[in-house]
């Protein structure tokens, strides 16, 4: 016997929940922790990208192409997508109407349409336009893909309402995005899931595999009794009554056209691999959508893919006889001499005895602070030299910039260890300097506690200098910008950050 809609409906409910709460616990422990908070257990920082599909699609290009991910984006995206495409491949796009945060928002605004409009719900919008509007996801999606291709960086960010309802935790979100997260929820009065209808890339994307995934939901013909009442269920407003098979790239496989729900005659609407097969039940499909993402994700964390912050990541040369080797030009002032050595085929013991450092902990950017009073003015011994080092014991091409030079020490060392073939090498010898000063000696900086909302302006105030600010989180445009959202848009750590600074 058919179970009513509402005891069926509520498995999936209830997994949707789940993983918005889960969303909600993850951005608001991050956000305790950024602002200082000391939890129980040891939790680093994690932007919305880090548990967002999605982002695994976008950075696709640049990790087949260079081996690397865009900035912002995080191993553990590329984790979920793998797993939301497995599933895809199985049952279609569950992910949309089984996880999705922002789908289950929509759905939830949605109930008070019901409420409001209980006849026109979700038909305000006439077929005729209906069916021209849907294909505006997929020319999102497309100009997504190509203009994050080009930029390598987030080109929808300032314009997700998925991510301005969720930044609103931290408060720190795009107006743009604020005013489209409005028009969705005004929307979603009126229309089911307008978002998911008519404007979201991942949705698009998901939608491609209902063509060709294993478990398709199926209506028996012979066993139909022409009630409409799939058509009638289905919240993306696909006439399943007029199709055996349902292949739209708009069914999110939320299962409510299915014999289990609203179809009323047993056996008529199911979820089967051929027309014959028995059908697999919500419930199963439910648990199997749980289990593969936590299970991957577990699976993920003992392999050691699962990283929700930045890592020291090099990009990597495109062409030329050193094309796929990391480019020395990335070492950044955020780098430490380990970021360095596990980045470049250059010893930890040979970079420390090169620039007399003790600690392989130390940031890059250190060094120019350290060592601003021994070196000639216009001159610059800091993470350039660091890079034309690296470049000249590698020989990996670098250009360093006018006035850069090494210390006598890294001299002595590339001699020592045969690097000194480089056509550069005798003029980086005349113009080495010897330092002095005692690098293991760490400047102590003033007293400040740094928050999400802190400001660069207030950390200059506090006495720090704009150097040392921008050798960890590179140029700084607006000082009237706190840290936070600076060390996000560079795909940086928060709580990374702040502890360099206040090192």
């Not at 789940?18 to 680093?44: C, K, Q, R, Y």
């Not at 291709?149 to 080109?155: D, E, F, I, K, N």
């Not at 698009?204 to 995934?213: P, V």
């Not at 980045?343 to 970079?351: D, E, N, S």
Request: hydrophobic share 45%; with cysteine; charged share 20%.
């Amino acid at each position: 016997m058919k179970q009513s809609r509402g005891k069926v409906q509520r498995i999936r409910k209830i997994v949707q929940l789940v993983f918005f709460l889960w969303v909600v616990t993850v951005i608001s422990l991050s956000e305790a922790v950024a602002n200082g908070f000391t939890l129980p257990f040891s939790m680093e920082t994690v932007s919305l990208h880090a548990i967002c599909p999605f982002g695994g699609v976008v950075t696709l290009w640049t990790l087949i192409k260079d081996g690397i991910l865009i900035r912002k984006i995080h191993e553990s995206s590329v984790v979920l997508a793998s797993l939301s495409v497995l599933l895809a491949v199985l049952f279609g796009p569950v992910i949309c109407s089984w996880v999705c945060p922002f789908g289950t928002f929509q759905e939830w605004i949605g109930k008070l349409g019901r409420r409001l409009f209980p006849k026109r719900y979700n038909t305000f919008v006439p077929k005729r336009i209906d069916r021209y509007l849907r294909f505006l996801r997929y020319g999102v999606l497309v100009w997504i893909l190509v203009m994050t291709a080009l930029s390598a960086t987030l080109v929808f960010q300032p314009y997700d309402p998925y991510y301005a309802l969720f930044s609103l935790i931290h408060r720190e979100f795009a107006l743009a995005g604020l005013v489209i997260l409005f028009i969705i929820i005004l929307l979603s009065l009126f229309v089911e899931r307008p978002f998911c209808k008519y404007a979201c890339p991942y949705g698009a994307f998901l939608g491609l595999f209902n063509k060709i995934r294993i478990f398709k939901i199926r209506r028996n013909k012979d066993l139909c009794i022409n009630c409409s009442a799939c058509n009638r269920a289905c919240p993306m407003n696909i006439d399943v009554a007029g199709n055996e098979v349902v292949s739209s790239g708009q069914c999110i496989s939320c299962m409510a056209c299915t014999s289990e729900d609203a179809c009323p005659v047993s056996d008529t609407v199911i979820t089967s691999v051929t027309k014959k097969q028995q059908g697999i039940s919500i419930r199963r499909i439910g648990i199997i959508t749980v289990l593969v993402i936590v299970g991957g994700i577990m699976l993920s964390m003992v392999l050691g893919l699962w990283r929700t912050s930045s890592s020291k990541q090099p990009t990597l040369l495109k062409e030329g006889d050193f094309a796929g080797a990391p480019n020395p030009e990335d070492i950044r002032g955020s780098y430490t001499f380990e970021d360095v050595a596990k980045a470049f085929p250059v010893p930890i013991p040979i970079l420390l005895d090169a620039f007399g450092v003790e600690e392989g902990t130390m940031r890059l950017g250190s060094l120019e602070e350290i060592w601003a009073g021994s070196i000639p003015e216009g001159t610059e011994v800091g993470t350039d030299s660091i890079r034309l080092f690296v470049s000249v014991y590698t020989g990996i091409p670098f250009t360093a910039e006018e006035g850069t030079l090494l210390p006598t020490s890294a001299v002595r060392v590339l001699e020592r260890e045969g690097k000194s073939a480089d056509p550069r090498f005798p003029q980086i010898k005349e113009a080495a300097i010897e330092l002095t000063v005692d690098t293991s000696v760490v400047i102590p900086a003033p007293a400040l506690e740094i928050t999400g909302k802190t400001t660069v302006q207030e950390v200059l105030d506090a006495g720090y200098s704009l150097s040392l600010i921008e050798s960890i989180l590179g140029t700084v445009e607006n000082t009237r910008e706190s840290i936070k959202v600076i060390a996000e848009s560079q795909g940086l750590s928060f709580s990374e950050v702040k502890l360099k600074i206040l090192e």
